[in-house]
């Protein structure tokens, strides 16, 4: 196991220097990206673009917002996610139903269990995502594909959701103080 990550570590070093960056915006807009050990241009499983070159989704953030990831190709992939070199989590184990697919459809994978898909809650700051296919769907003969399509999505956190909980969690620690007080 820590064989198999000190090599994604290095895997990816190498790839963040060569890798296509594409900005993302907190829209919560799917954006694309394919993983093929068979065109990749280092012949790895780390996230593609349509050149077969390494690719990263960049974004700086002012506030909180959630990065979601999900396999939409055939169900029974599952990801490693990486903040530039930093681990940031993996997404949930899938099961496997070759040769169904949603043939794209980032919304309807998201929402079946049975493909994989995580969410991660960022803070201010600046990141580079990128990902590496960790565990690859089986076609009908049992044999790994590694070659499936993904998307990551990014949704700002909306302030006034954040300031209804901060006030909400006050109004709570203001009502505990004053019990305290009154027991007392």
């Known amino acids: ?3 198999q990550s000190v090599l994604a570590m290095a895997l ?7 890798a296509e960056a594409i900005t993302l915006n907190a829209d919560g807009a799917w954006h694309a990206f394919d993983v093929d050990n068979s065109v990749s241009n280092s012949g790895d499983l780390e996230w593609i673009d349509l050149d ?3 690719l990263s989704f960049e974004f700086t953030l ?3 917002a959630i990065l979601r990831v999900v396999d939409a190709g055939f169900a029974g992939d599952r990801f490693k996610i990486f903040n530039a070199t930093s681990v940031l989590g993996e997404t949930s184990t899938a099961v ?3 040769p169904t697919s949603v043939y794209s459809d980032f919304d309807l994978a998201y929402a079946n ?4 898909r995580g969410e991660f809650l960022l803070g201010a700051g600046s990141y580079q995502i990128s990902g590496l296919l960790i565990q690859s769907a089986l076609d ?3 044999t790994e594909l590694n070659a499936t399509v993904g998307a990551v999505s990014l949704t700002a956190v909306p302030l006034p959701a954040a300031a209804g909980l901060y006030a909400a969690g006050a109004g709570l620690l203001g009502l505990v ?3 305290r007080k009154s027991t007392k």
């Open 1 to 3: 196991m820590i064989k």
């Open 12 to 18: 990816l070093s190498a790839i963040c220097t060569q």
């Open 52 to 54: 077969n070159s390494a």
């Open 62 to 64: 002012t506030g909180s």
């Open 96 to 98: 496997n139903n070759y």
């Open 113 to 116: 269990s049975a493909y994989s």
């Open 140 to 142: 009908d003969t049992s």
């Open 177 to 179: 103080s004053r019990r």
